[in-house]
């Protein structure tokens, strides 16, 4: 967006953010997570902390990077007020879940290692986030995701204390993890509690050979009950 265009949903960004960080303790986080809404929603090529400070007119990079990778609040409320709120403005028909690849070039990033992605196409040196996206044929949303955790990290107990990401073998930090190989991703995935259902979802989709195979996948993800009068769950 651009600082007009920011300008003019202004006001409904600042309701938004209240709602989303509200369980926030302090007052100074919920307005810097506010910041770094606005700095994410700006146009640039560079989402990262430094050069979003700097387009925005309040920017305050050691304040944002506080925010993000060292003051101390719990995400998970956050990313349930995230899913309760997109869920109802997506009002989705079906749960699509999948991997995506993040090309690095280093050993350092939590995750790292050469393995596939589905984003490359083909075997590289990356890390792969799993995501659950809220969607319709004309919208969707990320409401929740996880960082993976290939083997290689996950057996690895001094690489792992390098990062507050790694030093316990489920991760608590906002990115969370998923453990093991593809299969055992398959089998240890579960969202941040449940997604809220909408009304009347039509069907849980699945994207990416490796995530729709396991069946306590598929369990796991379906919305609880049998499905409403003349809808199906689907499983694809």
């Not at 990778?69 to 998970?76: E, H, I, L, V």
């Not at 089998?187 to 449940?194: K, M, Y």
């Amino acid at each position: 967006m651009t600082p007009a265009e920011l300008a003019r949903v202004r006001k409904r960004l600042v309701g938004f953010a209240e709602a989303v960080f509200e369980p926030l303790a302090r007052a100074d986080q919920r307005r810097w997570g506010e910041v770094y809404l606005r700095g994410l929603m700006l146009d640039g090529k560079r989402k990262s902390i430094q050069p979003m400070a700097e387009r925005l007119p309040d920017g305050n990079e050691q304040a944002l990077q506080q925010f993000v990778s060292q003051s101390p609040w719990d995400w998970r409320p956050v990313r349930q007020r995230l899913a309760t709120q997109m869920t109802a403005a997506v009002e989705p028909d079906a749960w699509i879940v999948d991997d995506t690849g993040f090309a690095k070039f280093g050993t350092a990033s939590v995750g790292v290692a050469r393995q596939y992605s589905g984003t490359l196409g083909k075997v590289a040196n990356c890390q792969v986030g799993v995501s659950i996206h809220a969607a319709t044929d004309q919208a969707s949303c990320p409401i929740d995701w996880r960082l993976f955790l290939p083997n290689s990290w996950d057996a690895d107990t001094a690489r792992r204390s390098l990062t507050p990401a790694g030093r316990t073998r489920r991760a608590t930090t906002a990115s969370g993890a998923c453990r093991g190989s593809p299969r055992a991703r398959q089998r240890s995935w579960s969202p941040t509690g449940r997604p809220p259902a909408p009304a009347a979802p039509a069907r849980t989709a699945w994207h990416g050979s490796g995530l729709g195979e396991g069946g306590h996948v598929r369990r796991t993800a379906r919305p609880a009950g049998p499905p409403p009068p003349g809808r199906r769950w689907w499983c694809l």
